[in-house]
């Protein structure tokens, strides 16, 4: 019998090739998870895997896609970063894509103006969907709310008063 993991009814599994490095995580073993344990909902970052390896992801309905990486990558890889966008949009569909901000090293506004104006470079116009703003709205909180529990209708923030933010 092989060995269980704790907290875990999955066999340990022996990796051939070596430790994985600190922070990676094997594609296979997240797959086999959101196999097994189907009422979990996984999320993972844009770049843990290569855009091919996650659109094979997509196949399983509790895996989602947190776009924090690649929405940092649009402004230096404009190019390679938008045509992984359009490989997961086509492949998850942006009810389970979402945004993601990477704060404190990343600004949150910037990233959601740039996504907000964001446009296809032209190399790849007309072999993806333009973002429209049912999809952004998605992208920008619909997910995350619906996948979380949250009423986004309850979310609203009041304007500045003496530089607090209180909600409604």
Do not use: W
Request: glycine share 8%; proline share 8%; charged share 25%.
């Amino acid at each position: 019998a092989e060995p269980v993991r704790a907290g875990s009814a999955l066999p340990v599994r022996v990796r051939s090739a070596g430790p994985l490095p600190a922070g990676a995580v094997d594609v296979t073993e997240v797959a086999a998870l959101a196999t097994a344990l189907p009422k979990i909902r996984f999320v993972v970052g844009a770049a843990f895997a290569p855009t091919a390896s996650l659109v094979r992801q997509a196949r399983l309905p509790n895996v989602y896609v947190l776009l924090t990486d690649l929405l940092i990558a649009l402004r230096r890889h404009r190019v390679s970063a938008a045509e992984a966008l359009g490989e997961l949009l086509a492949a998850y569909g942006p009810d389970r894509l979402m945004f993601g901000s990477g704060y404190p090293l990343v600004r949150p506004a910037r990233l959601i103006r740039d996504l907000m104006t964001f446009r296809y470079p032209d190399e790849l116009r007309g072999r993806f969907p333009e973002l429209d703003d049912d999809v952004r709205a998605a992208l920008l909180g619909g997910t995350a709310a619906r996948v979380h529990g949250f009423d986004l209708a309850c979310a609203t923030v009041r304007p500045r008063r003496r530089g607090v933010l209180s909600p409604t």
